[in-house]
């Protein structure tokens, strides 16, 4: 009953910033949400959860993002958003939303963010 929709992903110089966006097909507050989570996934390696914001605000991040990704949400909007700053060509992947509820987790369709040296 919930579709996801990513945008704002590309390509971009090392150093350069990107905002990826997910947003909701309905308002979620209809349901058990515990989280929402970012996730990224490059070429042989293993998916990797970049951050994470609970239904009380509390973040997490990976050590590998930390200082640079910020995780927020605008709850009116069922919105979720990645703000990415002095992005590394490691930072290369397929980024994933995912909403996390007490039954169901729905995923995003994916966005390529690109990070040229």
């Known amino acids: 009953q919930v579709q996801l929709v990513e945008s704002g992903g590309g390509l971009v110089q090392a150093g350069g910033s990107l905002r990826l966006s997910c947003a909701a097909s309905t308002n979620i507050f209809s349901i058990n949400t515990v989280a929402w989570r970012w996730f990224r996934q490059a070429p042989g390696k293993q998916r990797e959860l970049v951050a994470s914001?609970?239904?009380?605000?509390?973040?997490n991040y990976a050590d590998s993002v930390k200082g640079r990704f910020t995780i927020s949400r605008d709850n009116p909007k069922n919105t979720v958003y990645l703000q990415m700053n002095s992005l590394k060509p490691e930072d290369t992947a397929v980024y994933y939303c995912n909403l996390l509820a007490m039954a169901y987790s729905y995923w995003g369709q994916g966005t390529q963010v690109t990070v040229s040296s």
């Open positions: 914001i609970t239904s009380g605000g509390s973040t």
